[in-house]
């Protein structure tokens, strides 16, 4: 029998906040984490002097005061407000969809004029029940937006074309009538300063917590399941079983990046490209995440793919099947007491950092 309390198998947030709060609570904790480096898909590495996301942006952001405040205890936040802009054939535009951009496809100067337009679009389908996804966006926001802004970037990003996917991938569109680029609409936003890393390296700081890097638990799992009373499972819950009722499936992403010798490539953290032609979706330019100045530096095309087995598992395909695959999973193991299936591949559930946090909390209240 081993000395931990716990096995915590991957370090990204949701097993590393469940460590910090066991071991708060005098528990001894083994992590495991099968990446050469902690902190999962949160993991920013310093280049240039830049902290780079290394897993694609992250802003943090939350209407709950208790998770800023427990956030805020491991790293200052800088005030940061995510407005990403779209490049659509070289025209800019502001998102999300708000007064600027109106008034840079229209001229309209005014929301009743705004909206008049867009009622206008709209009208095309004539009050038809939207069928796909273009009709959905159709529906919601009219043809302008749905040709430069929507189109080109879903089909890239879901490897079909719009009217080929269901409509219900788009219930709401965030649709703005004043002149405000703020993405989100939270209370609380903004990025570490110095990057997410030291967040989880604090998390997984005490004396009680040992973290053992570039190890997967596949390699052990017999033994680990016989040495260790309790297991914070956090990796794919399909893999834990063997995939023996079926494979979950993922899209999956590509990062490519590159250090440019200049001080400013496009003026902004995120740019969206929404042609269908260029094949990547965003370019991401990380010094401007922390307002660096920097000489140089760092962007990243973002190129969405499709996933197989192997490729990193980024956002779950919550389609029918699948849903209905990870229920039979999760039936599964409700037979295993001893192992907490958490996180986002642990639960098939795509979570933004706040709500994995609040997961993690949630786990631990049950749990002591
Ligand atoms: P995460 O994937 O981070 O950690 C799981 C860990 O387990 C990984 O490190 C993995 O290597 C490890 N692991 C898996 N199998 C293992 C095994 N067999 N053995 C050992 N280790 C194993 N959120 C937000 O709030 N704002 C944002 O802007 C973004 N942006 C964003 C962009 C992109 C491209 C993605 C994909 C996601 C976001 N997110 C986000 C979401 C955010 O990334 C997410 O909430 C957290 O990373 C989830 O943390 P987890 O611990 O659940 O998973």
């Known amino acids: 029998m081993t000395m931990y309390d716990y096995l915590v198998v991957g370090s990204g947030l949701f097993g590393s906040t469940f460590a910090y709060e066991a071991a708060k609570r005098g528990k001894r904790i083994k992590v495991i984490e099968k990446r050469s480096h902690i902190g999962g898909n949160v993991y920013t590495e310093k280049v240039q002097d830049i902290n780079v996301h290394k897993y694609g942006a992250h802003i943090f952001h939350t209407n709950n005061k208790e998770i800023w405040d ?37 001229g309209v100067v005014t929301p009743e004029a705004a909206k008049k337009k867009i009622e206008e679009q709209k009208n095309v389908l004539a009050g ?28 890239k990003q879901w490897g079909r074309k719009a009217t080929e996917l269901p409509p219900f991938i788009i219930k709401r569109l965030p649709v703005r009538f004043t002149y405000d680029n703020n993405y989100f ?30 190890t997967d638990f596949f390699n052990r799992k017999e033994e680990y399941m016989n040495e260790f009373p309790k297991i914070i499972y956090s990796g794919m819950i399909d893999q834990f079983f063997d995939y023996s009722l079926g494979t979950l499936e993922y ?56 996933w ?16 209905e695959l990870y229920q039979q999973y999760k039936d599964l193991a409700s037979k295993f007491p001893n192992v907490i299936f958490g ?6 559930k795509y979570f933004d950092m706040h709500q994995i946090i609040g997961a993690a ?7 002591f």
Not at 129 to 155: C, H, R, W
Not at 188 to 193: A, F, K
Not at 361 to 367: N, P
């Open 70 to 106: 427990y956030v805020n205890q491991f790293a200052e936040f800088n005030r940061y407000t995510n407005s990403p802009i779209a490049n659509y054939k070289s025209e800019i535009y502001n998102l999300p969809f708000n007064m600027n951009t109106f008034n840079k496809l229209w």
């Open 128 to 155: 038809k029940t939207p069928v796909n996804l273009e009709e959905q966006a159709i529906a919601l926001i009219g043809t302008d937006i749905y040709q430069k802004l929507i189109k080109g970037y879903t089909e």
């Open 185 to 214: 609409n939270d209370k609380y936003q903004g990025i570490p300063i110095g990057g997410y890393t030291q967040i989880i390296e604090k998390m997984l700081s005490s004396e009680l917590i040992d973290v053992e890097v570039s």
């Open 251 to 306: 899209r999956s992403l590509k990062f490519e990046s590159k250090i440019l010798d200049r001080e400013n490539y496009q003026g902004n953290a995120v740019v969206n490209y929404t042609d269908a032609e260029t094949p990547y979706t965003r370019i991401i330019e990380h010094k401007h995440f922390e307002f660096g100045n920097q000489k140089k530096t760092v962007v990243t095309k973002e190129y969405p793919s499709t």
């Open 308 to 323: 197989n087995k192997g490729d990193e598992p980024y956002y779950p395909l919550n389609d029918k099947r699948n849903n």
């Open 343 to 348: 996180g986002r591949l642990g639960m098939y």
């Open 361 to 367: 909390l949630a786990t631990v209240k049950q749990e």
